[in-house]
């Protein structure tokens, strides 16, 4: 009798502790996914997902036939793992003549063993690239001498017709930032007000002298801003000038006309015309 006591007692207590257990888990399905989802799902995210910058290429200056005058091409960033370079002199005999690149500076680069990479040269072009590769592949002592090289996709400027219109066309610096003319003044130049989100302008500032009683002043200049837009297929022009502003600095770089952009948004309303989406 005692014996059977005992045997529903303990059935009993392992039924208690099943049904405690079954309970628990609906309990925490709820809290996972109701009290703690969002929580869990953000350090989710951050623990799969990394942030990083996607540089867009740099877009083509077309002529009015709609031939290039400026494009950007594949390029390549050379770079070498330190660590991985046994020989850092042999390494710079072999690589710094291809790069054109200074030899005793490659050298110290290579000896800062405390980084993982070190940039060698930007903007190689891809000729440059595919020999140094072509080279490796047919010398196996070359290859294993370099070893912890590293190519990485970049992007240049290429000037189709040479000095033609350099002054107007400008240059970029190597990250394609434009430093001057038509690469650097509506998108962040004297022209940087005839920008219109969604379109491409094209455009140049000027500054002219004033003639004050026969003579040309040095104080007092006409501002000129001329644009052009859409950039893939002109539809409209607009000229503004600023004669002697009453400002500071009259010049049209540095006046930073307000109109140009106002002018050309005009037809965008009438005419409906289509524009680009964003680049990411």
């Known amino acids: 009798m005692r014996s059977e006591i005992l045997i529903r007692q303990r059935i009993w207590k392992l039924m208690i502790v099943l049904v405690a257990l079954f309970g628990a888990i609906p309990v925490r399905i709820v809290s996972l996914t109701v009290i703690q989802g969002e929580e869990l799902t953000a350090r989710g995210v951050r623990r799969w997902t990394q942030e990083g910058k996607v540089s867009a290429q740099r877009g083509s200056i077309l002529d009015s036939r709609g031939d290039p005058l400026v494009m950007s091409?594949?390029?390549?960033?050379?770079?070498?793992?330190?660590?991985?370079?046994?020989?850092?002199?042999?390494?710079?005999?072999?690589?710094?003549?291809?790069?054109?690149?200074?030899?005793d500076l490659m050298i110290r680069r290579l000896g800062n063993k405390a980084y993982a990479s070190v940039q060698l040269k930007r903007q190689v072009p891809r000729e440059t690239v595919d020999a140094i590769r072509a080279l490796r592949a047919q010398d196996d002592a070359l290859d294993q001498l370099l070893q912890g090289l590293a190519f990485s996709e970049d992007s240049r400027r290429v000037y189709l017709n040479g000095a033609f219109l350099s002054q107007v066309l400008g240059l970029t610096n190597v990250d394609s930032v434009g430093q001057s003319g038509l690469e650097q003044v509506v998108a962040a130049g004297g022209g940087h007000n005839a920008?219109?989100?969604?379109?491409?302008?094209?455009?140049?500032?000027?500054?002219?002298?004033?003639?004050?009683?026969?003579?040309?002043s040095t104080a007092v200049h006409i501002g000129s801003f001329i644009g052009f837009a859409p950039v893939e297929n002109p539809r409209f022009a607009v000229l503004v000038t600023v004669n002697a502003a009453d400002v500071p600095v009259d010049y049209g770089g540095t006046r930073r006309l307000p109109s140009p952009g106002r002018s050309l948004r005009i037809p965008w309303n009438t005419w409906a015309i289509p524009g680009r989406a964003r680049t990411v």
Do not use: C
């Not at 991985?84 to 390494?91: G, L, S």
């Not at 920008?195 to 040309?216: N, S, W």
């Open 73 to 103: 091409t594949t390029a390549y960033i050379v770079s070498a793992n330190p660590r991985a370079v046994a020989d850092e002199e042999a390494f710079a005999d072999a690589l710094a003549p291809l790069l054109k690149v200074d030899r």
């Open 195 to 216: 920008y219109i989100e969604g379109y491409r302008v094209g455009g140049k500032t000027g500054t002219a002298p004033v003639d004050i009683d026969g003579k040309v």
